[in-house]
């Protein structure tokens, strides 16, 4: 079982960024798709950003611009740089691992949570105004 561990929450004012890693354990990486998640209060989970195997990206039209999603196999971490930050982006984000992908092929991007087998513990990213 793939286990994640993310780091790099925090509070910060409109406008600006920070910088969210995901560690994952395991062996075989390289050939996940990785996703990131955010969960705002009474809001369901939604897709943020994800990377496959080949590094292709995918981002939600809410980030796209303004967010950048990266990988690095040799540290087994995926990284999410979040940058001129509103307070709408307030929210739990959660790391996410697909190592199967369900229907998709993890080299590329996968949106749909089922399609992920393993979560982190979520970090907590707070914009104020």
């Known amino acids: 079982q793939v286990q994640l561990v993310e780091a790099g929450g925090g509070l910060v004012q409109a406008g600006g960024s920070l910088r969210l890693s995901c560690t994952a354990s395991?062996?075989?990486?390289?050939?996940?798709?990785m996703g990131w998640f955010r969960q705002a209060p009474g809001k369901d989970r939604e897709f943020v950003s994800g990377i496959g195997s080949t590094l292709r990206t995918a981002y939600s039209d809410t980030v796209k611009g303004r967010f950048t999603i990266s990988r690095d196999n040799a540290k087994n971490t995926v990284y999410l740089e979040m940058n001129s930050l509103k307070p709408e982006d307030t929210a739990v984000y959660y790391c996410?691992?697909?190592?199967?992908?369900?229907?998709?092929?993890?080299?590329?991007?996968?949106?749909?949570?089922?399609?992920?087998?393993?979560w982190g513990q979520g970090t907590q990213v707070t914009v104020s105004s």
């Open positions: 996410a691992a697909s190592a199967s992908c369900g229907s998709y092929s993890c080299t590329v991007p996968v949106a749909p949570q089922y399609a992920y087998n393993a």
């Open positions: 395991g062996r075989t990486f390289s050939t996940y798709s």
